[in-house]
């Protein structure tokens, strides 16, 4: 009987690990930060008596994120797996069937919701509108991952109300709160619009009419160049009319350095090396905004 229940929880651990390899982990841990500044930003100054709900919001923005990714690649695997750069890193070539990471991104989905059900019902409400905008982007009825403009919009959308999960776990949606959300939206949407045209190529040959290919490489990443200016100037707006903290002018700062490595990537013809070093470069520079706004508003 030893030998049995020993080797069922073998198989068990072994079924756990296959299916918790569905998931990004860095791009999970790249996106607790949203909701996690609305939440600073929300609260103003901590207290043990934030400490239940915060776990709450993390535990459920992880789940969250997660099965936006999973559910992401569960509706593209056939393309992943016709990119020699993805197919290594998909489900299915760590032995997870279709069937198997639709019923992780499901579990991921029920989870989340339930975290954000002990939050509030707006918080719960919040997260149900981010896994429709999820379905309406990568889901195989709508599929607006391949209609231009409309899935920028989504992204818009989306990171508004990332942030509002947050902000909204702690006190009511106010104006404050939306107008800096809509700095976290510029942000998702300009990163969209570049990683449309780093993806450019691979989209084109599945078919996926992203805006890189409705437009061009260069016009898409155009497009995100100008939203990430216009997202720099616009932080540093909310922060002279004293809706963020004001050391958060000097967010202004970024768009020289951000204006020559984007240079730089066109120079190399926009290669999709050259748009990942430029990614890696511009999401340092919004951590430590965020960095900075977190330090302001919970410190000083």
Partial sequence: MMLIAGEMRRR???TLSRW??????????ALQATPFIGAVLAIGAFSASHVFALALLIAGNVCLVAHVFVLNDWAGTDGDLMDPDRAGRTFASRGVTTAEAGYVAAALLAASLVFFALIS??????????????????GPILGLKGVPLFNSGLHLLGGLTH????????????ARGVLVGCFFGLVFTAGHFTHEARDHDVDLVNGIRTNA???GKTRSFMAGLV???ASYCFIA?????G????????AAAFIPPHLWASRRAVRTGLTPDSLRRLQRLYRAFFAIIGIDMIVTVAFF
């Fill in 12 to 14: 068990a651990t072994k």
């Fill in 20 to 29: 918790l390899s569905c998931i990004r982990f860095d791009e999970v841990a």
């Fill in 121 to 138: 019902a707006t918080a719960l409400g919040l997260a149900i509108a981010i896994a429709g905008l999820s379905v309406a982007y990568s």
């Fill in 163 to 174: 942030f509002l999960l947050g902000y909204a776990a702690f006190g009511p949606i106010d």
């Fill in 213 to 215: 290919v409705a437009f």
């Fill in 227 to 229: 939203l990430f200016i």
């Fill in 237 to 241: 707006a909310l922060a002279a009319l």
């Fill in 243 to 250: 809706y963020v903290p004001l050391p958060l002018v000097l």
